[in-house]
């Protein structure tokens, strides 16, 4: 019998990852043993400092460039520097989870299996605290998502593509208003999920019989001499494109992206807005820039294709939205679209300005989300676009905030927003695709008509009798937004130090 | 010819040239921030920081005109403001005497009217507000105009764009000024779209946005290059100026306070086009087809600013048409190219005064009219606004070019440069076309100034007391008078020198189809037959209603049919388009996931009954996408594509 080989493994590359689904067992346990006054707090702490301790192991490690247990998962620059914007933006995520005051008790609904209308969920609905579970859930959508953009083999990525998918599931339906949405979004987002990893997991199998592994560097070599029918090569890569296409929400596979938006609580939305976009595109990028590179010039046009629709989809949809949750999930589908576009340079400077993209839409989309989730009525947040009608004159600070927010969406000059789509579109016109750049230009122009809309209608608009009472924002939603403020500002007027650092990381280990 | 372009750095005093923008920005900032702590004397803010600027811009550009000649400009990097690859883009500013001279229009001219603006918006509740806009226009105008590189100006562009875009609709409460509102961003994003693609192909090809950088790499280009960036440059510049055939949202932008009407609409934002090309004059000098359809958009314009002037009621949208034909004018200079640069710019700058001041003439009559704005409803004003009738006077008289006022000085000439085109049919047909339009201007202009001022009082409100506006608006006006009446003169030839480091020397001039004399005397026999048919028409005043016309009356009432144009080739499938997608995105996948339940039968409807969200419709548009990238790729592979 031939002897098993234990693969090496580099535990200090992989602590990151260690770290938080230690945490999220650890959350597991807590539940259990702690009495429930106490929980939200140490929860939310243990979840924070999880976050924290995997970002000192990230900066710690940086610099590093190696595959470890046995080809399963790179550590690189892009990694490395994806798995830092994740656990930034998760943190700061997890603020907007941990919210407790804006609402008593918080976006959460207290017990999820109890049937929403009986006398039971009247009782919890007046005001019982929110579960916990959310903590860990979220601890272990991290760490799968860290895993997902360091996947070195198809499998280990879709097993990490799970690990992240099924506790946001759970998290959609976790709202304590609306409920019954918020159980429908979980179930859309469920079943279309699966639906999408079958493809995912098809052209798994089709490359394998193509390259005869699944290790990335296996494929590459595979592609550039085949010795199997090409076929197999395409109807692979279309396949697991789809998988990873769906997760960015891209044209023609977007459809869940708003009812889900909608449906989900604000907090979580923002989460997967911010992480789930980070998470895809790191996994996106990997795939493309490492596995299939030798065969660009054929997936180019095709996805090029793709990107182009989801501008468009998403630009000219988001121009009839009553809703601003559809609205502004409209707007990520068309933002997706511009990653895309970076994605899609195929050189140093598309990785590098997709992944300073990533950063800045998920810092503004953070404090977008966090926003919504701060005006509000007796039924919940009040999200239909006529109840902001005037809310300028009673809210100027909230109102100035989300104004330069959607300026941010708008890519006016001096936010993020332009200084990211400027980087995308610089890097696409040096790999050749100036086409998508003119589309991209010309979507992001239209796009720019539903923010204003918006502008205008909080400042210019007579307030009704309907516009809501704005909450005061607790501490930790006050944090967010001002992170979101600052990070949006700041890299608009200054954002080279970044993009410097997304430059000495845009180097994949094969 | 290869002539290289370099810009001196900034030293001394004018290293400061950044307070510029910062003055006005901070205090746009406390205005918009401090809320209605500031109420009380946020407009004087306002007031002062444009003076300061002003001032400043003085002491920068006597501190430019003591350096040498050759080496005239101090470019003044901030820092690195974002680096792709290759290309590297400052925040960088540059003054040089291009942007002097438009420093100190919009600073000078926009003081004045800041001052007007106290008066005018006195008992306006949201006045604080009101300069906190306006303030953060000029600044962004001025970033526009101070930048040192395309992507600067983008800045300012897209900046002045909102600011205006926030000041059209600043009397919210009409919902005449919100869709004007939204009318003037839409048209301006189509410019703006032609601008931003322009600039990365400056980056595909040229790797740099750096003005400089740029036009010294040019003779490495293509013309086919060369000739698209021109175009898209043109596109750009045309949305902001309201050239044609993206006109239609300057004269309905009138719907925003008078003031905004005189700083955004008249003196400075909608030149910004002409600035964008005077600036980019080796792109357009280095092919002629571009000069070609620069003149021809400058002719166009021109002519049908006129002829829709001439059929309008409303004193501002006159006024706005004009200022349409006033910078196809313009347009037509800066194509021309050569000498014609210089020209160009000095009409602006007279421009800048004589509409600033008739705007806010305009202005001044609707505060003593009850904001009644139709001039068939004016008339015999000048015995009871003596200062307004008078400095409005020197407004027109400018305008229509009659010696010595400063029109004569810089349109004549401009058409001139027209008639000294080389080729002799564009010689004809664009002379006769500036020449034409000269005549038309005298005509509408000189229908305007009667009916508002002159012939029997035809007002139809009861009680009305027109009386003259308030020393604080009449100042203003004053000023803007003598400017008018003095700028053409002190500028001809001053500012011409002043250029010449920005657009080369002045070539000797090839004579054209006609003697310069020839020129001359030809407008003023067009300029006094157009102004005297209009008088004797008109000084005994008109009906109060329109009255059935002709043909051309009408189609010129109606904007010669380019709003219905443009209602029915843009807006009309725009909307359909939104509403096909929304329909598909609704019902359409429904649609057929139904027709092919009902196709398959009745077995397969029994089915369609169980499930009941509409999850799966999600998953049919899922498969067919996949089927289409799967097919896509595999129809590649075996050569169906590509």
């Known amino acids: ?510 | 010819m290869e002539q290289t372009v370099e810009f001196a750095p900034a030293t001394g005093v004018l290293s400061l040239i950044w307070l510029l923008v910062a003055i006005p920005l901070a205090s746009a900032a406390v205005l918009l921030l401090l809320g209605r702590r500031a109420d009380k004397w946020g407009h004087w803010l306002g007031v002062l920081s444009v003076a300061a600027s002003f001032v400043l811009g003085l002491v920068f550009f006597a501190n430019l005109a003591g350096l040498e000649s050759g080496s005239r400009s101090a470019e003044l990097s901030l820092w690195e403001f974002i680096a792709v690859g290759k290309l590297q883009v400052d925040f960088g500013l540059l003054f040089d005497p291009l942007s002097g001279v438009f420093v100190l229009l919009i600073t000078g001219v926009g003081s004045l009217i800041h001052l007007y603006a106290v008066g005018y918006m006195e008992h306006d509740p949201g006045r604080r507000r009101f300069f906190g806009y306006f303030n953060l226009f000029v600044a962004a105008m001025l970033l526009l105009v101070l930048g040192n590189n395309y992507v600067m100006l983008y800045f300012g562009w897209e900046g002045v764009g909102l600011a205006s875009y926030l000041l059209i609709s600043f009397w919210y409460t009409r919902p005449s000024a919100a869709t004007a509102g939204k009318k003037a961003f839409l048209m301006n994003r189509v410019g703006d779209a032609g601008l931003a693609i322009g600039i990365f192909i400056m980056f595909a090809t040229l790797g740099t946005t750096d003005y400089g950088a740029v036009f010294n790499g040019l003779s490495g280009l293509s013309a086919t290059t060369v000739l698209v960036l021109g175009l898209l440059l043109l596109i750009g510049a045309c949305g902001k100026s309201g050239q044609f055939p993206l006109q239609a949202w300057l004269p309905d932008a009138m719907e925003g306070p008078t003031p905004v009407s005189a700083l955004i609409h008249a003196a400075t934002m909608v030149t910004a086009g002409v600035y964008l090309i005077a600036r980019s004059n080796p792109v357009y000098t280095a092919n002629e087809t571009l000069q070609l359809v620069t003149v021809a958009v400058g002719a166009i314009t021109l002519l049908m600013g006129c002829i829709i002037g001439a059929a309008k009621d409303d004193i501002k949208r006159v006024l706005a048409w004009s200022t349409v034909s006033q910078i196809g004018y313009m347009f037509l200079g800066v194509g021309l190219g050569g000498g014609a640069y210089a020209l160009a710019i000095i009409h602006l700058l007279a421009h800048g005064f004589f509409k600033a001041n008739m705007f806010l003439g305009a202005g001044s009559v609707m505060h003593g009219m009850h904001d009644q704005v139709d001039i068939r409803r004016f008339g015999a004003l000048s015995k009871h606004m003596k200062i307004t009738w008078l400095t409005f006077a020197t407004g027109w008289l400018a305008i229509i070019g009659i010696p010595p006022l400063s029109g004569y000085f810089s349109k004549e000439p401009i058409i001139a440069a027209a008639f000294e085109r080389e080729v002799a049919w564009e010689a004809w047909v664009f002379g006769l076309a500036a020449l034409l339009g000269a005549g038309l201007t005298a005509f509408y202009m000189t229908r305007l100034f009667v009916l508002t001022f002159h012939g029997p009082a035809r007002w139809t409100e009861d009680n009305q007391h027109p009386h003259e506006s308030p020393l604080i608006m009449t100042i203003p006006l004053i000023l803007l008078a003598i400017g008018s009446v003095a700028a053409g003169w002190l500028m001809s030839t001053s500012v011409a020198d002043w250029l010449t480091p920005v657009f080369g020397a002045e070539q000797a001039e090839p004579h054209g189809v006609l003697s310069h004399t020839m020129i001359t005397i030809l407008s003023l026999v067009v300029t006094v037959i157009g102004a005297g048919l209009a008088w004797s028409l008109f000084r005994r005043g008109t009906a109060l209603e329109p009255q059935p016309a002709g043909v051309v009356v009408t189609a010129a009432r109606r904007n010669l049919y380019t709003d219905a144009f443009n209602e029915a080739v843009f807006e009309r499938p725009g909307i359909y388009l939104t509403r096909a997608l929304v329909f598909l995105d609704n019902k359409g996948v429904d649609g057929v996931v139904n027709g092919i339940a009902a196709a398959v039968g009745g077995g397969s409807g029994r089915l369609r009954r169980l499930q009941t969200g509409f999850v799966r419709s999600y998953a049919l548009s899922m498969l067919t996408g996949a089927m289409l990238v799967v097919g896509a790729f595999i129809a590649i592979q075996l050569g169906w594509l590509v």
């Open chain 1, 1 to 510: 019998m031939e002897q098993l080989e234990l693969p090496s493994i580099d535990y200090a590359a992989l602590l990151p990852m260690l770290i938080l689904f230690g945490a999220a067992c650890v959350g597991v346990i807590l539940e259990i043993v702690v009495p429930r006054k106490v929980r939200n707090g140490i929860q939310l702490g243990l979840s924070l400092l999880a976050v924290v301790a995997a970002l000192v192991a990230v900066v710690v490690e940086r610099g590093t460039r190696t595959i470890t247990i046995g080809g399963a998962v790179a550590v690189d620059g892009p990694t490395l520097f994806l798995q830092g914007s994740i656990l930034v933006l998760g943190g700061v995520s997890l603020l907007l989870i941990g919210e407790r005051t804006v609402e008593k008790g918080g976006a959460f609904v207290s017990q999820a299996a109890i049937t929403v209308g009986s006398k039971k969920d009247m009782e919890q609905a007046s005001g019982q605290p929110g579960s916990t579970e959310v903590y860990p859930l979220t601890t272990f959508a991290l760490g799968g998502m860290l895993l997902f953009v360091a996947a070195n083999d198809l499998l280990t990525m879709f097993v990490a593509l799970e690990v992240f998918s099924l506790p946001l599931y759970l998290l959609c339906a976790l709202a304590r208003r609306r409920r019954l949405l918020s159980q429908e979004a979980a179930l859309k987002y469920f079943l279309l999920g699966s639906y999408a990893s079958a493809f995912f997991l098809f052209g798994v199998a089709f490359i394998y019989g193509f390259a005869g592994g699944i290790q990335l560097d296996k494929v590459h070599a595979a592609v550039a001499n085949p010795t199997q029918s090409q076929v197999l090569l395409y109807a692979g890569f279309g396949l697991l494109a789809i998988g990873l296409l769906f997760k960015a929400a891209l044209a023609p596979f977007h459809v869940w992206t708003p009812d889900v938006y909608q449906g989900a609580p604000t907090p979580v939305t923002a989460f997967m807005a911010a992480c789930t976009k980070v998470a895809a595109f790191g996994a996106l990028l990997r795939v493309l820039y490492v596995a299939f590179e030798g065969v660009r010039w054929d997936f180019q046009p095709v996805l090029g294709t793709i990107a182009v629709l989801t501008m468009f989809v998403g630009a000219v949809l988001a121009v009839t939205q009553t809703d601003l949750k559809r609205l502004l999930a409209y707007s990520s589908i068309a933002n997706a679209g511009y990653l895309m576009v970076g994605v899609l340079a195929l050189n140093d400077e598309g990785l590098s300005s997709t992944m300073f993209y990533l950063v800045a839409y998920g810092f503004s989309v953070l404090a977008a989300f966090a926003i919504l989730s701060l005006v509000r009525d007796a039924d919940g947040e009040a999200t239909h676009l006529s109840r902001w009608a005037g809310i300028g004159r009673k809210s100027p600070l909230l109102a100035a905030t989300f104004t330069f927010v959607l300026l941010a969406f708008a890519g006016i000059p001096l936010t993020s927003g332009f200084t990211s789509k400027f980087a995308v579109f610089g890097a696409a016109v040096e790999g050749g695709q100036t086409w998508l750049v003119i589309f991209g230009v010309i979507t992001s122009m239209l796009l720019a008509f539903p923010y204003l809309r918006v502008v205008v209608l909080m400042w210019l608009s007579e307030p009704g009798e309907s516009t809501p009472a704005v909450s005061i924002p607790g501490f930790l939603t006050s944090a967010v937004l001002g992170i979101g403020v600052l990070v949006t500002l700041g890299l608009g007027v200054a954002p080279s130090p970044l993009i410097d650092l997304t430059r000495q990381a845009a180097d994949f280990v094969r």
